[in-house]
Nanobody
Framework: QVQLAESGGGLVQPGGSLRLSCRGVRMITSTFMQYVTSWYRQAPGKERELVARATTSGSTNYADSVKGRFTISRDNSKKTVFLQMNNLKPEDTAVYYC????????????WGQGTQVTVGS
């Protein structure tokens, strides 16, 4: 079971920025590099949705709603994936979850505990 530790949520005004972090617990760098890393979010009353993904080859993709505002990045040496969120909007309010899934082994995956992001005045 993959164990993840998230941090970085909080309350921010519209137009503000936050950076989320998600670290693979007790994971060595070579192992981390075999995982696809993603960020999802779930707003009240809505389904969990993919926000951004960074693959093992370094390619990234984003939900249309966050393109140009959010950036996902990986630091392999720190076994950490980041989500830099700029120009935040009230509709970005949600619980954000990181998710690691192994590129070659099904069911070798895990979710972070979730961190609340609230955008409002």
């Amino acid at each position: 079971q993959v164990q993840l530790a998230e941090s970085g949520g909080g309350l921010v005004q519209p137009g503000g920025s936050l950076r989320l972090s998600c670290r693979g617990v007790r994971m060595i760098t070579s192992t981390f590099m075999q995982y696809v890393t993603s960020w999802y979010r779930q707003a009240p009353g809505k389904e969990r949705e993919l926000v951004a993904r960074a693959t093992t080859s370094g390619s990234t993709n984003y939900a249309d709603s966050v393109k140009g505002r959010f950036t996902i990045s990986r630091d392999n040496s720190k076994k950490t994936v980041f989500l830099q969120m700029n120009n935040l909007k009230p509709e970005d309010t949600a619980v954000y979850y990181c998710y690691f899934n192994h590129a070659f082994e099904q069911a070798n995956d895990g979710w972070g505990q979730g961190t609340q992001v609230t955008v409002g005045s």
